[in-house]
């Protein structure tokens, strides 16, 4: 068979386009777009959905009083969720968690109030006691970026798995030793996402998870993350298989 024909084949059995990894200001700093912005450009681009990812840690937001930012996170993404809707995109609440312990980010996929402000209280008692205590039965978290530099590996058996493919167009993610390091350690989920912060760069809708239908909310995100069941797409073109 054609590998264009192979190509097109994933494509029709995998219709829905989800960007796993993208930022918002106020909430990551880092970041140029407000959520609405966000929501305009990857429509623009035809994806179905995405997952707001702002960085969670402890000084997310520490302009406000402790006891108003974990809502003011949240605003962020109900920002984005709400004008979405009115073009018939899905919009998912994440996290990038670090913990005060080293500069490593988390991907946590499954998320809601409750698990955002528990989680708020482990910041500063680190990764490993996060894992041994708070139950994430329905959730996933993946190390982010792995191999970027003043990154440690975490350890594997405090992961569900890992960001293989990071295409932020900013830092040098070390992709290749991502994407072997992750099928060494046989972890259970792969995943991806354009890591997008900066309009005008490029990297916008950079890599795209092609999914067979839109989950329902961030917990679906996460089964489907769970299953395999999906296929990745390099530049709105090559497709990867997970």
């Known amino acids: ?14 219709p829905y ?16 777009v407000s959520p609405t912005e966000l929501v ?6 035809g994806f179905n959905g995405l997952v707001v990812t702002n960085h969670f840690y402890s000084g997310t937001l520490d302009e406000l009083p402790e006891n108003q930012r974990v809502d003011a996170y949240l ?8 004008y979405a809707e009115g073009y018939g995109m899905k919009i998912y609440l994440g996290a990038e968690l670090r913990f005060d312990e080293n500069a490593n980010d988390y991907l946590l996929y499954g998320a809601d109030e409750a698990i ?13 006691c996060y ?10 978290l993946l190390q982010a970026h792995p191999f970027r530099p003043g990154m440690v ?9 890992v960001e293989a493919y990071n295409m932020h167009c900013g830092h040098n993610n070390t992709t290749a030793l991502a994407v072997r390091y992750g099928a060494a350690q046989h972890f259970a989920v792969s995943s991806g996402g354009s890591d997008f912060h900066n309009p005008g760069r490029g990297h916008e809708g950079a890599l795209a998870l ?23 797409e390099l530049g709105g073109q090559a497709i990867l298989l997970p």
């Open 75 to 82: 605003e962020a993404y109900h920002q984005a969720k709400d």
């Open 40 to 45: 305009d450009i990857y429509r623009s681009l």
């Open 131 to 140: 894992r041994r205590e708070v139950s994430l039965s329905r959730s996933i």
């Open 210 to 232: 092609r999914a067979r239908r839109l989950p329902e909310d961030s917990f679906g995100i996460a089964a489907l993350l769970k299953s395999g069941d999906f296929v990745f």
């Open 153 to 161: 590996l975490a350890d594997p058996a405090l992961l569900d798995g």
């Open 116 to 128: 955002l402000r528990q989680a708020r209280e482990y910041f500063s008692k680190g990764l490993a």
């Open 17 to 32: 386009r989800l960007e796993l990894h993208a930022h918002t200001y106020p909430v990551s700093r880092c970041s140029e």
């Open 1 to 14: 068979m054609n590998p264009n024909d192979i190509r097109d084949q994933l494509k029709n059995e995998y």
